[in-house]
């Protein structure tokens, strides 16, 4: 997870943000990486949140 530079996450509902953003939290309890959030009409499998991550070594 420290390697982890940057995420796109995609949410069903923007309404969910602060529901994502707290378990979000969780796993990047320091210095959390640049991260960009949009709202989308449908993901996969009908899933509620999707997470790209880009990460370096």
């Not at 991260?35 to 949140?49: M, N």
Request: no cysteine.
């Amino acid at each position: 997870m420290e390697n982890i530079i940057k995420t796109t996450v995609f949410l069903k509902d923007m309404n969910d943000f602060a529901a994502m953003n707290e378990v979000y939290a969780s796993f990047f309890t320091s210095e959390p990486p640049a991260r960009s959030a949009v709202e989308v009409a449908r993901l996969p499998k009908d899933a509620l949140v999707e997470i790209e991550a880009i990460a370096v070594r």
